[in-house]
Structures are given as structure tokens and as C-alpha cells.
């Protein structure tokens, strides 16, 4: 069964920084395309970022520059470090990890971690 396990929101003051952590098996760690998306109130999900097996990512140009997507290979865990936040940073962040075999799409989130960015 697919799992992904979140760790890392909270409350942080414009300008500073979190590090959000999804730890997953090792199978779905070495095959599966792993991301961060998020969700404030009353807006669509959005992506953050990705970052695939081989370690090549995707950034959204909202956050480029302030959050960094990386792999911890021992731990099989994807790290989210969020920099320089700013209160339209604040959402629910989600974690996710999507492969498509054969024309079929095979996809988990985790049950999202809420960050806030306030003074």
C-alpha cells in the first residue's frame, strides 16, 4: 500500500524558514516521481515542486529562488526547505508521488501539513 508520512508545517514570521519532510518506502522512493503541491483557502492546488529519481526538478516561478526540493537517499524522505517565506506562502502543503505504467497512472498524496506565514 502507498504511503507518504508528513512532517515539518507550522507557524513561521514573514522572511523566515521551515523544512518540510514526506518519508515514503524505498520502492516508491526509487521509481515514483515525488512533489510538493499546495492549497490555501479558496484556491486550486498547486504545484511546488517535483523531483524525480534521478534527481532532475521542476520549481513553480513563484517559489524559484526560496524553496529548495531535494532527496535524502538513506532515509527515503523528499525534503521541502522553504526560505524567505512570505504570507502567500501560507497552505496546506501536500506531499505526492505519481508514475504512469503503461498509460496507467498510479498516484498518492500524504494527508497534507499545514504551514502559516504571519507576524
Known amino acids: 500500500q502507498m504511503q507518504l508520512v508528513e512532517s515539518g508545517g507550522g507557524l513561521v514570521q514573514p522572511g523566515g524558514s521551515l523544512r518540510l519532510s514526506c518519508g515514503t518506502s524505498?520502492?516508491?522512493?526509487?521509481?515514483?516521481?515525488m512533489g510538493w503541491y499546495r492549497q490555501a483557502p479558496g484556491k486550486e492546488r498547486e504545484l511546488v515542486a517535483v523531483?524525480?529519481?534521478?534527481?532532475?526538478?521542476n520549481t513553480a516561478d513563484s517559489v524559484k529562488g526560496r524553496f529548495i526540493i531535494s532527496r535524502e537517499n538513506a532515509k527515503n524522505t523528499v525534503v521541502l526547505q522553504m526560505n524567505s517565506l512570505k504570507p502567500e506562502d501560507t497552505a496546506v502543503y501536500y506531499c505526492?508521488?505519481?508514475?504512469?505504467?503503461?498509460?496507467?497512472?498510479?498516484?498518492?498524496w500524504g494527508q497534507g501539513t499545514q504551514v502559516t506565514v504571519s507576524s
Open positions: 505526492n508521488a505519481v508514475r504512469v505504467i503503461s498509460g496507467t497512472r498510479y498516484e498518492c
Open positions: 524505498r520502492s516508491i522512493f526509487n521509481t515514483y516521481v
Open positions: 523531483i524525480s529519481s534521478d534527481g532532475s526538478t
